[in-house]
């Protein structure tokens, strides 16, 4: 009985660009296509650069520069960015791996959830719609204010909130809080650490370096603040610092209305629209007086004054 000789020396496919070997000529065409985008339109991303050759790809990568994580776990309200990831996520719970965990149900309509202030937020759904406060980029609906407008930063791009050490920049206390601890006692030994000459303080950027090094000449910071006491080097910087106190907003979206105090933060928030993260907004009119407001966020303040004034 013969058994039937099986070639050893299947065709192999080669790319020309890094030499990558592949059994057959479809695998290659479709390596060449999606890693060196071989005959493909290019699209790019406006925040990092990176090149794209779907634009599915590129409207999927952007969910990392806007911070949104629109695919939610059922069982423990867990967020992410990637579907794939939340479908590998969910396996935990399926596989009962967490099942110790403490599940929490709704008495109205059977909801599990993970925690029972998961389950506190839930419940006001059923109590009188109370999410009141829609966000105009998205139309995601909150109950309190205060987490509106913390979500806008999401779409903004603000980040308030800076880490001493590194000078990294984050949307959330909560984020560099948690942030902070990579740090440990100090920088990293991985970061290249810029010392000043002067104090012997450590930056891991030049331009921290920079602006630190600005202060040691002749005591450079002339201008103070009336208000907070607060010293600087430059007039530009005092100015630019009053706003905060003032709270003036003099730079305007021209599409959805919202305001911001630096023109660096509305030139990041305006690539939103550019790029079609978010519709035009239209004009909301208030029933009371006619008046008319590009958000409604907007409105719904103005409603307030209408409300008090009928109240006293």
């Known amino acids: 009985m013969h058994q039937t000789a099986i070639s050893s020396s299947a065709e192999i496919s ?13 695998s290659l065409r479709r390596h060449k296509k999606y890693v060196h985008f071989e005959n493909a339109k290019l699209r790019k991303c406006d925040f990092c650069g990176k090149m794209f050759s779907r634009p599915g790809l590129l409207k999927h990568h952007y969910l990392i520069h806007t911070g949104e994580k629109p695919y939610e776990c059922e069982f423990c309200q867990k967020r992410f960015n990637h579907k794939s990831t939340l479908v590998k996520h969910v396996k935990i719970h399926e596989t009962g791996i967490i099942s110790s965990v403490e599940i929490h149900k709704c008495s109205e309509c059977g909801k599990e959830y993970r925690s ?20 105009d980029l998205c139309g995601k609906m909150f109950s309190q204010s205060s987490d ?19 000078e990294k920049w984050f949307n959330r206390k909560s984020a560099l809080v948690k942030h902070r601890k990579i740090h440990g006692n100090g ?19 030049h331009v921290g370096l920079w602006k630190h090094e600005k202060t040691h000449i002749g005591n450079a910071k002339d201008y103070k603040c009336d208000v907070c006491n607060k010293t600087f080097a430059e007039s530009s910087g005092l ?6 106190h ?9 599409t959805c209305g919202k305001r911001f105090n630096k023109k660096s933060s509305l030139v990041v928030h305006t690539k939103i629209h550019v ?22 966020y907007g409105l719904w303040k103005h409603k307030r004054t209408h ?3 009928q109240s006293s």
């Open 14 to 26: 080669k790319c020309s660009e890094c030499g990558k070997e592949f059994n057959n000529s479809l």
């Open 116 to 135: 029972s202030s998961a389950l506190g937020k839930h419940k006001k759904s059923h109590f009188g719609n109370d999410k009141v406060h829609k966000c």
């Open 148 to 166: 509106l407008k913390q979500h806008y930063m999401i779409h903004s791009g603000e980040k308030p909130f800076q880490c001493e050490i590194c």
């Open 187 to 205: 920088i990293p030994s991985s970061v290249q650490v810029r010392k000043c000459s002067e104090c012997g303080k450590e930056f891991k950027s």
């Open 239 to 244: 100015k630019q610092h009053y706003l905060i």
């Open 246 to 254: 003032t709270g003036e907003k003099p730079f305007q979206c021209e």
């Open 275 to 296: 790029k079609g993260l978010s519709s035009p907004v239209g004009v909301r009119k208030c029933s009371e007086c006619g008046e008319e407001f590009k958000t409604s």
């Open 307 to 309: 409300m008090k004034f």
